[in-house]
């Protein structure tokens, strides 16, 4: 299929590639590249690093997921997902941590690429994404508050509720100007989504403020005052210091970030499929990701995904091949060259604003209010995930989140597990089923049939113990009938084999009925199907049942 290809979409869609198609990317990648730059320094800050360090992510990894992404129009770069993880990781294990961790990342990803894993991010349930990306948009927005009121605190905690405790012990610093400023960007934002979508308000939001701040000479902090001089230089590649007490620790914020990127970049590529009418490579996608990742970090960039705003803004503006991603990188590349300086202007409440707009957009607030209204157990998840995400972080509401989904999907399978006795045979059960229509209505004497329905693990077996006791009475055939009955795992066989066990030692003939295909073949690889006999198995009831007819007689 073609999506589990891996083959860069770049090299299937330059076939019959047309001058007017290679304008449209290239101005939707300078469109693009003008989205990304405001954004790119805000979330590098947010994350707790230099501003350069979102620029130089947004290049290097953006050209190369494009280059060699499974998608006609995926743009990477980096996210506001990334940002709760990143500082928890610079808090702990500084700078090198980070790009030790991104790296290992990009691995993680380039080696689920190649073993095929991009249809298996299916299998994380919605609840769980849902809950973590409000749980970030939260934090995400929290984060604003010191630069958007303009408080004046050295050290903000990365701990949710210590951070805030931290706003209301300095609120006394609270900056009017700061404020004000960032107060016009939000307008200013909100407001030009109904005048026009050419521009990008974050943009607009950004120049006017700037100016304001320049030349009314007011008391705002920016870029510049915070960070300092800005450089206009391409970063060159280190390898990091690598031991094995590092990797071991950083092993599971790297399969967070890869997992995270990996959920992000393939949503935003069945978004984009549906808007352009094509179909991604999922690991191809995730491939892509992973060497992005792998070259950002080697680069001290951080990490990066699919973001899903700017892919659908390169959509919107006529980008149909991967051209428009690699211009958007190769412009952003040009801007820093010519013009990194210049941001050091723009003023922190403005970036506060960009953010703020940026979590809300992410919250999906409706998705998750729509949520609270499915069944107990979804909603469980959903709040503990969001939740853990906004108390704790997001390693522990990912790891909590997928074991209580996974048990409580189990307690539902095993809830849908049924085990029926039969006292005689019914056969308008039947009546659309040729084969299994018979005229019987009493079971031969001395025969006991179970109706098995349901998946059969070791969540279910409990349900078996009937047939168990059932099997040590005074009867001369057990029949399973186990139509119903989609797969077998391990534990559950072992209980099988103790139902055929115990009708041995109590003289009891077992028959087994319209076994399927997975069950059939955990019985004959365990060998229980030699001890039960070819004979005892059969593909409808109405045979088991003439099969027990047999028995009986002969031991009559």
């Known amino acids: 299929m073609d ?56 290049i290097i990894a953006g050209f190369i997921i494009s280059f060699l992404g499974g998608s006609r129009v995926q743009i990477g770069g980096p996210t506001a997902a990334f940002v709760v993880i990143i500082v ?10 980070l790009v030790l961790a991104t790296i290992m990342a990009g691995i993680i990803l380039v080696i689920m690429g190649l073993f ?41 905690p990365s701990e949710f509720l210590p951070k805030i405790k931290s706003y209301v012990d300095h609120w006394d610093t609270f900056n009017k100007e700061a404020l004000l400023i960032g107060g016009i960007a939000l307008v200013i934002m909100i407001v030009w989504n109904y005048i026009t979508d050419k521009i990008p308000g974050s943009l607009v939001a950004i120049v006017v403020t700037t100016l304001i701040v320049k030349f009314v000479d007011m008391d705002v902090n920016t870029i510049g005052s915070v960070y300092g001089t800005l450089s206009s230089k391409f970063p060159t590649p280190e390898i990091p210091d690598v031991t094995f007490k590092m990797v071991k620790e950083l092993i599971s914020p ?8 990996a959920i992000e970049s393939l949503l935003s590529c069945v978004v984009s499929d549906s808007m352009v009418g094509s179909r991604h ?8 990701q992973g060497v992005g990742n792998v070259c950002s970090g080697l680069f001290g960039g951080i990490p990066a995904t699919g973001a899903i705003a700017r892919t659908a803004a390169n959509v919107k503006n006529g980008g149909r091949t991967p051209i428009a991603g690699m211009v958007h990188a190769i412009v952003l590349a040009l801007i820093m060259v010519l013009l990194m300086p210049t941001a050091a202007l723009i003023p922190m409440p403005t970036l506060a604003a960009v953010l703020i707009i940026v979590a809300y957009n992410m919250c999906g607030w409706r998705e998750f209010v729509a949520m609270l209204k499915a069944p107990k157990s979804d909603v469980l998840v959903l709040v503990t995930t969001f939740g853990l995400t906004i108390i704790f972080d997001l390693v522990v509401a990912i790891e909590v989140g997928m074991v209580m989904a996974a048990m409580l999907f189990l307690n ?15 056969d308008s059960e039947d009546v659309n089923t040729e084969n299994d229509n018979i005229n019987l209505t009493k079971l ?13 693990f070791f969540g279910a077996t409990n349900k078996l113990l009937d047939i168990v006791a059932e099997a040590k009475k005074d009867n001369n055939v057990m029949i399973l009938r186990m139509r119903s009955v989609p797969a077998l795992d391990s534990t559950a066989f072992k209980t099988l084999e103790n139902i055929y066990e115990q009708c ?5 003939r077992l028959i087994l009925s319209h076994v399927n295909e997975q069950p059939l073949s955990v019985i004959k690889k365990q060998g229980l199907y030699n001890k039960i006999g070819k004979d005892n198995f059969k593909p409808h009831i109405k045979e088991a049942i003439e099969r027990a007819e047999e028995i009986v007689s002969d031991k009559k």
């Open 3 to 58: 999506n589990e290809r891996i083959k860069p979409k770049l090299f299937s869609v330059l076939k019959g590639y047309t001058r007017q198609q290679l304008i449209k990317d290239i101005i939707s990648g300078i469109i693009v590249a003008i989205i990304a730059l405001p954004l790119s320094i805000a979330l590098a800050i947010a994350s707790g690093v230099t501003p350069e360090k979102g620029i130089h992510t947004a």
């Open 88 to 97: 928890g990781i610079i808090e702990q294990y500084g700078t090198s941590g």
């Open 116 to 156: 095929r894993f991009g249809t298996l991010i299916k299998f994380i349930p919605g609840t769980i994404t849902v809950g973590f990306t409000a749980g970030i948009a939260v934090t995400l927005f929290t984060q604003q508050l010191k630069d958007f009121f303009g408080l004046t605190i050295e050290n903000v």
């Open 254 to 261: 790297a399969f967070t970030i890869a997992i995270l990127a």
């Open 281 to 288: 490579r999922s690991n191809m996608e995730l491939v892509a």
């Open 412 to 426: 539902r399978m095993a809830n849908v597990t049924d085990v029926r006795k039969w006292t005689e045979y019914d």
């Open 444 to 456: 031969p004497d001395k025969t006991v049939v179970y109706e098995i329905s349901g998946p059969l």
């Open 504 to 508: 041995e030692k109590s003289d009891i």
